[in-house]
């Protein structure tokens, strides 16, 4: 099986209100984001590529329109706005552009992250 990896970066803040008062991530607080996104495909194609890097274009403009300093609670319109849930929603959002897309990993710090994979 071939894999690439993508890396994207975005800033937003969000406040997991579903925790006690107390909790530190019930506060607004905000994160640097990193979205990396895996494609897998076990052939590939006539130019040699599991999909050229120029292809996944289109997330970094559905990233920088409509995540990139936002209050995800907002964007999404809900409040689970883990990175598990950030990690699902992109996912989903990248396969039904990109079949080959087989994970996606979304870090709140360099020590964290959550990833979807089917």
Known sequence: MFRITKEFHFSASHQLTRLPANHQCARLHG?????????????????????DYHELEPLKRYIDDNFDHRHLNDVLGHDAVTSECLAKHFFDWCRAILPETSAVRVSETPKTWAEYRP
């Open 31 to 51: 994160h640097n984001y990193i979205v990396v996104v895996e494609l897998s495909s076990p052939v590939l194609n006539d130019d040699g590529f599991v999909r």
